[in-house]
């Protein structure tokens, strides 16, 4: 056993995208044989790009990756994997329509789709593991979890040393964890392999790994043995302590808004429901309000915004805005006064070959119209301008193509459509994710001045500093429902965490189920 | 006709105010890409021209020949208009030419018990029928167009058969049949409307050039169609006789540009098909727009068959067979994309008038039909493949 000398070094890796964004400044870490290692942070500390480093879909900009005692620079997936490098990604990249055994050896040369050697090689891999699967069953019948293990198997057919986790349970059931859980110590304590586990769960990060080094703002600052360490303390590794400031910032600004709150409720939720992704959730929304929900990836925090916007034809329960029942349709959601701002932005939020002024003017064509159906395409054109101006948009006009914007100009755009028509209640589902911190505070600004001119809104952020910052009252979202509500000045991020990832500690604190929503 | 096309992805504003400040970007505005399918067109009938001139044959550019493929286009001409509204959705349908044919058959089995009227209408109905049986199945079961307008392609065609029982229906009312020869085959005078449309857009072209100060491509455009126009109707002494169907299908040309280009409802059927998702979450009614765009297209395929039934007033089971092909192929020639959000319903009236040239250029110069089927495909192709390079750049930018 070489338990000593690390499998994996990095040492002072740093990496720089263009001149201008600092990825990664300078991170040490090892890695283990026959150990789990943990990797958090929140979103943007740098986890995906040292993930790219270490399975070779990136080249690191400075620092050295040593491997196996030599250091190497490897310039593509499948050197790092040749040399025994295998990446679990959180999107499980298989082929759906093929068998498992095809996936599970989709890198084998040969002639044969499936030879004697793969089933022979197969029937190891579930002795190993002690997990059975099916080896001809076709991939897209399979569960999620079950997926998982195939992309577990795959990994572990290439002959990896190193198997790099990145959040492999985030789409599970709680059974289905336990399957990966156990895989992992199997892997770790019986083969002596190394793992490096990423995930935001942290009772899962306590209960599985030996060690666990946390990344902020592209540093590890935060390191040790799993062994003495409790959730609050991870989780105060993650926010760091400048959220203290803001925090102070959000007191100070719940009780400015306390005393000059209505109490009139703009939007009302009864018993909103959407089966397989949301439990029945009841909720008010005054106007002037700005509600965060807090809750991790699949939590069923869009599910809900979604819900609301009447977009989820599978959705049961009330929506009443204004006391009126709204239909389950988008278009009487914009008729009424709602507006969506979707996560995927030029998935959903764009029309990817219309300039600026053609989105901008899309959810209210009438307004910009003669007759209600004659466009007058000065005003739509004057209404891009008008756009590029209030927001800060960074483009040369309003003629410009919107997938020629950057993401944080592009996200503006989709927020600027619905300026400019008589909006009463703003459903913004991750505004800020993926964009430079300049945009992203001047959305978190645009968003109180929206509240304060007397519109309500609803965000959704896994980045719950932000929520904490813009938001007068959280509600945090687990497994498709509402587990705690609090006031944003009688909260703090640490707090969140707990309740969005850690399954004890939300246990305890949160009121049971039923009682929550009946108030 | 070439005066203000319109597709979004047209970097230059379109009928717009605003273009003072920008600078044109001539190079894409007369590129292959936007404007292939006119140069082609054009190539094809001076070509043509020279051709029959040289070789001693008809001129291919009197007034004579020039009407007579104006006839031929039209009912091809009027489904691709339709076809391309149906494309810019993001839809496909290949069963028009069964539902053309059901409607003319429908229309010549009915006229002599029903009346003229009601036969259009009879017609017209079940037209109507097949685009909402073809949009639903798509809308609400989620089955890709495709296939879904490729089984009734088939199973509409079966309903020909089983209508005419295979056989060839007939109008032998010799009163009846005279009506749908005076409607079918009523002759406008176009002479002093077209020399007047192209004195406006040449008017037209020096007032915008007045306001913007700037040459746009529009005024190109506009100047060049207003001389074709004017031009024509002068050289044949102001009198230009077209046929209804042609007058018919110029008309709803007109009018499917209008909404595409200038109105609320264009603007949806763009981004529907621009992006559907982000269409409905801006509460567009992307359902119904789809649904829409189905019925539209069957509805022209069945006005279609109805000028069809009219002019020969008999129907074979098999006629019109095929005719989808061309319709598609007179939309892709004129640049509509296949995964919607891009398309000029001017664009595929000029494809059409292209393939049809064509046709009309071998008849007249007896190449002999041979050839024929060889060099439409290879044009269909060659222009895909133009515009596939073309816009090369913007694919990449996308995705």
Known sequence: MTDAVPLMQLKNVRKTFGTQIVALRGVDLNITRGRVHGLLG????????????????????????????????????????????ATIHQHIPLVPTLSVIENVFMGATGFWRVNAAMRKGFEGLCERVGYRLDADAIVSDLSIGARQMVAIFQALATGADLIVMDEPTASLAADEREIVYATVRKLSRGENKAILFVSHFLDEIIALTDEVTVLRDGAAVFRAETAGLDEDKIAEAIVGKEI????????????????????????????????????????DLRRGEVLGVAGLLGSGRSELLHAIFGADRFA????????????????????????????????????????????????ALESVSRFGFLLDQKKEIARGEEAIRRLAIKAPDSQSIVTD????????????????SDVKVFLLDEPTAGIDIGAKTEILQLVRKLAEDGKSVIIVSSEFEELMAAC???????????????????????????????????????????????? | MASTDHTPKASTPVGGLSAGKGKVDWRRAFGLREMGVYYALILLVVSLAFLTAYLGKANYLSVQNLTNVLYQTSLTAMMAAAMTVILVTGN?????????????????????????????GAAMGVAILCGLLNGSIVMFLGINAFIVTLGTLTAIRGLVQLYTDGRSLQVSDLETVATLKAFEGYIFDMGVPMFVAGLAMLALAIVSFGKHLQILPRHIGLVLGGVVLAGLSWSNGLTFPLRMPVVITAVFVGIVWFILSFTTVGRRVYAVGGNPEAA???????????L????????TAGFAGILFGSRLRSMTPTALSGMELTVIASAILGGTSLFGGAGSVIKTVAGALLLFSLTNGFNILNLGANYQGLIEGIVVVAAAAIYTVGNGKAKSKTS
Not at chain 1, 349 to 360: C, K, M, Y
Not at chain 1, 408 to 415: H, P, R, S
């Open chain 1, 316 to 363: 049961s329960g009330e929506v009443l805005l204004n006391g009126k029942r709204l239909k389950t349709s988008t278009k009487a959601s914009v008729d009424a006064g709602l507006a969506l701002v979707p996560e995927d932005r030029f998935g959903q939020g764009l029309v990817p070959d219309f300039e600026i002024w053609r989105n901008t003017s899309l959810p």
């Open chain 1, 405 to 420: 914007l950057s993401g944080g100009n592009a996200q503006k755009v989709t927020i600027a459509k619905w300026l400019f």
């Open chain 2, 92 to 120: 496909f349908d290949l069963s028009v030419a069964s539902v053309a044919a059901l409607s003319a058959a429908v229309m010549v089995g009915t006229v002599e018990s029903l009346g003229i009227l009601p036969a259009f």
């Open chain 2, 292 to 299: 829409g765009a189905f019925v539209l297209c069957s509805a």
């Open chain 1, 472 to 519: 007068d009252r959280i509600i945090v979202m687990r497994d498709g429902r509402k587990v705690a509500e609090k006031a944003a000045h009688e909260t703090n991020e640490h707090e969140l965490l707990l309740l969005a990832g850690g399954k004890d500690n939300s246990n305890t604190q949160m009121t049971p189920q039923g009682q929550t929503i009946g108030a």
């Open chain 1, 244 to 283: 203290v400031a803001l925090e102070k910032a959000t007191l100070e600004r719940s009780r400015h808004v306390a005393d000059g709150a209505t109490d009139v409720p703009v939007l009302q939720l009864r018993n909103l429901a959407s089966p397989g992704n949301l439990a029945p959730i009841t909720l």
């Open chain 2, 280 to 290: 409905r979450l801006s509460g567009v009614n992307v359902v119904a727009y789809r």
């Open chain 1, 42 to 85: 929140a979103n943007g500390a740098g986890k995906s790009t040292l993930i790219k480093i270490l399975s070779g879909a990136y080249a690191a900009t400075g620092g050295s990756v040593i491997w196996k005692g030599s250091e190497v620079r490897w310039t593509s997936p499948k050197q790092a994997n040749d040399m025994g490098v």
